[in-house]
């Protein structure tokens, strides 16, 4: 009778190597998902961070002058608002562009736009902003006067 002891083997088996790579396929698809939330969420986080930055410069800018800027484009910084935002601060982005909105009247005076064709980002900020807030098609309003 020939013995084989686990000294004289030398290598895995092919049964050996594909239940690993099962065992970590079935892992990895369990992780997936919620690894893609978490982008989601932390780009959404980056996105709010951004409109932030907009809600802060605008307070800036009214306190100096006593005036809210100018209604803006989506994707272009509103005339004499850039010396107040961050430096190399930018409505355009590769994912989406921000839009600053003066309506200059009643129940909301001022607020911001989050525009981008991702609907699951968008609605992803759209539940991490705070209010009052809404959406119309590819478009995430937050108020802030």
Do not use: H
Not at 8 to 23: A, C, M, P
Request: charged fraction near 15%.
């Amino acid at each position: 009778m020939i013995e084989c002891t686990m000294k004289d083997r030398k290598g895995v088996t092919l049964v050996e190597l594909l239940v690993v790579v099962l065992i970590v396929s079935i892992l990895a698809a369990i992780a997936q998902p919620q690894l893609t939330q978490v982008i989601v969420r932390a780009r959404a986080a980056a996105i709010i961070r951004d409109m932030q930055s907009v809600r802060l410069a605008v307070y800036t800018y009214q306190t100096d002058l006593n005036d809210w800027p100018s209604n803006g484009v989506a994707g272009a910084v509103p005339p004499g608002l850039g010396g107040y935002l961050p430096q190399n601060f930018s409505f355009d982005d590769e994912d989406y562009d921000l839009e600053f909105n003066n309506w200059g009247g009643s129940p909301f005076t001022i607020g911001v736009t989050f525009i981008t064709s991702d609907t699951t980002l968008g609605l992803t900020v759209l539940d991490m902003m705070p209010s009052p807030k809404w959406n119309s098609g590819d478009e995430y309003t937050w108020a802030f006067e």
